[in-house]
C-alpha cells in the first residue's frame, strides 16, 4: 500500500467497533522503597510510595482498540465485588461501556497485583478463579452477547483467552454461531486449555510457544518448512481461515487467503515484551474488519508488536507512531 492509502485505511479505523470477548481483570501496582529486612522473616519490607490500578488481560486489548480510533466493546465476567467495582470504573473513565460485563456472585474479579521497588518486581499476588463458568453464567453471558450483537453490530468479534474461565467451550461455539449468523468475522488469541475450540474462526493467532504446546511438536521457527507443516496441521484440526503466528525476534508467519510467508521483525530497542500479543491481535483485527490484504494485516501487526516492547510497562499502541511506521516500511 502506498502512503495515501495507508492514511485512508488509518482513518477508516475510527468507524469500526470491536467486540473483545474474555478475561478481564485489574492489574493493580504498588510502588515503594526497599531500605531493610523484614525481622519476621528474611523478605524485604516495601514501604509503599504509590498505588495504581489498571485495566489488564482483555481489557488491555480493548484499550489497544481505542488507542487505535475504533470502539471497543468488552464481554467479560467480573466478581460482584470491590474489585469489579474498580474494573466498572476504569472503563468509565477509559472512555468505554461496561454493558457487556456480567458481574456474578459466584467469582472473584481477577486481580494481579505487582510490587515493585527501584524498578525491581519484587513479587505478584494474584487473586482469581480458575474454574469456568457454571451453566447459569454461560446463559446470562452468551444472552448478553447475543443482545449487543444485534444492537450494537460488531465489524468484528475478538477472543482474547487467558485461561480464568470465561471462554468455555459452550461459549466459544455459541459466539461463533452468532458471528456467523451475522457475517461477522472473527479473530483468536488463544491459550492452551481451550485450544482447539474455536473451530471455523477467520483467524487464528498463537504465538510460537502456544503453537508448539498445542500441536505437541518441536518447531524450529527458523525453519520455514517445519513452520509451515505445523501450520498446515494447526487448520486441518480447528479450520480456521488464517493463520497468523508471532515468532518474538523473528517477526510473524502468516498463511491463508493463498499467502504463506514469514514477515521478518525490525530491528527495536527491546525494553519490556509485556501487552505485545494483546497490540498484536488488536491491530490483526481491525485489519481484518477493514477487508486489508493478508500481508498489509500481518506486516502492521509486526510492526505494532515492535513498538509497544520499546516501551515499559503494559501500554497500548499509539496510532499515529504506527502509521508513520507503516508509511517508512510499507509504503
Known amino acids: 500500500m502506498d502512503a495515501a492509502s495507508l492514511r485512508e485505511a488509518f482513518d477508516k479505523f475510527d468507524d469500526?467497533?470491536?467486540?473483545?470477548?474474555?478475561?478481564?481483570?485489574?492489574?493493580?501496582?504498588?510502588?515503594?522503597?526497599?531500605?531493610?529486612?523484614?525481622?519476621?522473616?528474611?523478605?524485604?519490607?516495601?514501604?509503599?510510595?504509590?498505588?495504581?490500578?489498571?485495566l489488564g488481560g482483555a481489557a488491555n486489548v480493548a484499550l489497544n482498540v481505542a488507542s487505535l480510533g475504533a470502539k471497543p466493546l468488552i464481554c467479560a465476567v467480573a466478581g460482584r465485588?470491590?474489585?469489579?467495582?474498580?474494573?466498572?470504573?476504569?472503563?468509565?473513565?477509559?472512555?468505554?461501556?461496561?454493558?457487556?460485563?456480567?458481574?456474578s456472585a459466584d467469582r472473584p474479579t481477577t486481580v494481579k497485583t505487582r510490587v515493585i521497588s527501584q524498578d525491581q518486581h519484587i513479587v505478584r499476588v494474584d487473586e482469581?478463579?480458575?474454574?469456568?463458568?457454571?451453566?447459569?453464567?454461560?446463559?446470562?453471558?452468551?444472552s448478553r452477547v447475543k443482545s449487543l450483537i444485534e444492537t450494537q453490530a460488531p465489524n468484528v468479534i475478538l477472543?482474547?483467552?487467558?485461561?480464568?474461565?470465561?471462554?468455555?467451550?459452550?461459549?466459544?461455539?455459541?459466539?461463533?454461531?452468532?458471528?456467523?449468523?451475522?457475517?461477522?468475522?472473527?479473530?483468536?488469541?488463544?491459550?492452551?486449555?481451550?485450544?482447539?475450540a474455536y473451530q471455523g474462526v477467520t483467524l487464528y493467532k498463537p504465538n510460537l510457544k502456544e503453537l508448539t504446546e498445542g500441536l505437541k511438536v518441536d518447531i524450529d521457527k527458523s525453519d520455514l518448512e517445519t513452520l509451515k507443516s505445523a501450520v498446515n496441521e494447526l487448520e486441518d484440526r480447528?479450520?480456521?481461515?488464517?493463520?497468523?503466528?508471532?515468532?518474538?525476534?523473528?517477526?510473524?508467519?502468516?498463511?491463508?487467503?493463498?499467502?504463506?510467508?514469514?514477515?521478518?521483525?525490525?530491528?527495536?530497542?527491546?525494553?519490556?515484551?509485556?501487552?505485545?500479543?494483546d497490540t498484536v491481535i488488536s491491530v490483526a483485527s481491525i485489519g481484518l474488519a477493514l477487508?486489508?490484504?493478508?500481508?498489509?494485516?500481518?506486516?502492521?501487526?509486526?510492526?505494532?508488536?515492535?513498538?509497544?516492547?520499546?516501551?515499559?510497562?503494559?501500554?497500548?499502541?499509539?496510532?499515529?507512531?504506527?502509521?508513520e511506521e507503516a508509511i517508512k516500511h510499507l509504503a
Open 238 to 277: 480447528i479450520g480456521n481461515e488464517i493463520s497468523l503466528i508471532t515468532l518474538s525476534e523473528l517477526g510473524v508467519f502468516v498463511q491463508g487467503r493463498g499467502v504463506s510467508t514469514r514477515i521478518p521483525a525490525h530491528i527495536r530497542n527491546i525494553s519490556d515484551v509485556s501487552g505485545a500479543g
Open 128 to 142: 482469581e478463579s480458575l474454574a469456568p463458568l457454571n451453566e447459569r453464567e454461560e446463559t446470562e453471558f452468551l
Open 159 to 196: 477472543f482474547e483467552d487467558y485461561n480464568k474461565g470465561v471462554l468455555t467451550p459452550n461459549v466459544i461455539t455459541g459466539v461463533i454461531e452468532m458471528a456467523k449468523e451475522h457475517d461477522i468475522p472473527t479473530t483468536v488469541d488463544p491459550k492452551k486449555d481451550n485450544f482447539f
Open 81 to 103: 465485588d470491590s474489585s469489579g467495582e474498580i474494573m466498572t470504573q476504569l472503563m468509565e473513565e477509559g472512555g468505554m461501556s461496561s454493558a457487556g460485563v456480567v458481574h
Open 291 to 323: 477487508g486489508l490484504d493478508i500481508e498489509t494485516i500481518a506486516s502492521l501487526a509486526n510492526l505494532s508488536g515492535g513498538l509497544v516492547c520499546e516501551k515499559v510497562g503494559v501500554v497500548p499502541i499509539d496510532k499515529q507512531q504506527l502509521l
Open 16 to 54: 469500526l467497533t470491536v467486540m473483545v470477548i474474555g478475561d478481564v481483570m485489574v492489574d493493580s501496582y504498588l510502588w515503594g522503597k526497599v531500605d531493610r529486612i523484614s525481622p519476621e522473616a528474611p523478605v524485604p519490607i516495601v514501604r509503599v510510595t504509590k498505588k495504581e490500578n489498571r
